[in-house]
T-cell receptor, first 112, second 118 residues
Framework: NAGVTQTPKFQVLKTGQSMTLQCAQD?????MYWYRQDPGMGLRLIYYSASEGTTDKGEVPNGYNVSRLNKREFSLRLESAAPSQTSVYFC???????????FGPGTRLLVL | AQSVTQLGSHVSVSEGALVLLRCNYSSSVPPYLFWYVQYPNQGLQLLLK??????LVKGINGFEAEFKKSETSFHLTKPSAHMSDAAEYFC????????????????FGKGTHLIIQP
């Protein structure tokens, strides 16, 4: 079991460029999540998906879009990157929404 | 709205000393509570969690936490610190209920960086 995998591990973008962060899980979880981690801010929820075909906004959704491609995969897209989106992005998955979430290794994104 | 407060962005203890990391939460109903650990350049790993039942919860690596409803606290402790415990620790609270239509994600505290002095 690989658990939760994320690609890429590191990315540098110029302001205005677009990119998609990929996430996959092999634990047959219904729920998947995208968080961003910034120094001194903890983790903040960007978007989540309770099940295949559904997505909902979290605390900080502006500037992002998501796609729940199937039960395993949940991608995060930045259409026009901004320096404020420089962060570490974590994908997570879980069964019941109140239960443990399992995290991927993260993607470090630098927007110049 | 739920919130989590972790007192102290940095905590320094000597190797072998007691570790105490503080977490207080606010929630309209008793939540599920979690402690996660993050080692440098890695993702988050579950240390322990409280759902229902026994209020003293034991986790991995010798850590434990006690849920105190009257104090809305879930402090993390370890009797004797080890150098390998140096990491960032996050307290988190679950959504207040499962509506069946959504999953709101965990609400995290801002984290406490644990430093172990030799």
């Amino acid at each position: 079991n690989a658990g939760v995998t994320q690609t890429p591990k590191f990315q540098v973008l110029k302001t205005g460029q677009s990119m998609t962060l990929q996430c996959a899980q092999d634990m047959n979880h219904n729920s998947m999540y995208w968080y961003r981690q910034d120094p001194g801010m903890g983790l903040r929820l960007i978007y989540y998906s309770a099940s295949e075909g559904t997505t909902d906004k979290g605390e900080v959704p502006n500037g992002y879009n998501v796609s729940r491609l199937n039960k395993r995969e949940f991608s995060l897209r930045l259409e026009s990157a901004a320096p404020s989106q420089t962060s570490v992005y974590f994908c997570a998955s879980g069964g019941h929404p109140r239960e443990t979430q399992y995290f991927g290794p993260g993607t470090r994104l630098l927007v110049l | 709205a739920q919130s989590v407060t972790q007192l102290g962005s940095h905590v320094s203890v000597s190797e072998g000393a007691l570790v105490l990391l503080r977490c207080n939460y606010s929630s309209s109903v008793p939540p599920y509570l979690f402690w996660y650990v993050q080692y440098p350049n890695q993702g988050l790993q579950l240390l322990l969690k409280y759902t229902t039942g026994a209020t003293l919860v034991k986790g991995i690596n010798g850590f434990e936490a006690e849920f105190k409803k009257s104090e809305t606290s879930f402090h993390l402790t370890k009797p004797s610190a080890h150098m390998s415990d140096a990491a960032e620790y996050f307290c988190a609270v679950s959504p207040p209920r499962y509506s069946g239509g959504g999953a709101d994600g965990l609400t995290f505290g801002k984290g406490t960086h644990l430093i172990i002095q030799p």
